[in-house]
């Protein structure tokens, strides 16, 4: 079992920024992507910026060169710095971790945070 635990949103200014934080701990054999998606309210889930194991980050357009994503592959962890927040990055951000088991080919799996939620509001 993997258990994956996301934190650090809250209420910001626009041009505020946020830092949030994924963890992910249990039967671990190895993380193939830690990324963050979010979803605002009427909208679906949609990517943010991932990166993968060797350190290879993708972002989304609309990230502008605001975000930036980091993990560190010993702690299972993994930070998204936000700057220059807009109003149309309100949304719940959830920390995707993607997992490849011990088979061959490995098998992928993927594991969801519970949300946290990023209002950005004057």
């Known amino acids: 079992q993997v258990q994956v635990v996301d934190s650090g949103g809250g209420l910001v200014q626009p041009g505020g920024s946020l830092r949030l934080s994924c963890e992910a701990s249990g039967n671990i054999f190895s993380i193939h992507t830690m990324g963050w998606y979010r979803q605002a309210p009427g909208k679906e889930r949609e990517m943010v910026a991932t990166?993968?194991?060797?350190?290879?980050?993708n972002y989304a357009d609309f990230v502008k060169d605001r975000f930036t994503i980091s993990r560190d592959n010993y702690a299972y962890t993994a930070s998204l710095q936000m700057n220059s927040l807009e109003p149309e990055d309100t949304a719940v951000y959830y920390c995707?971790?993607?997992?490849?088991?011990?088979?061959?080919?490995?098998?992928?799996?993927?594991?969801w945070g519970q949300g946290t939620q990023v209002t950005v509001s004057s």
């Open positions: 995707n971790v993607r997992i490849s088991d011990r088979g061959w080919p490995p098998k992928l799996v993927d594991y």
């Open positions: 990166i993968r194991s060797g350190g290879t980050a």
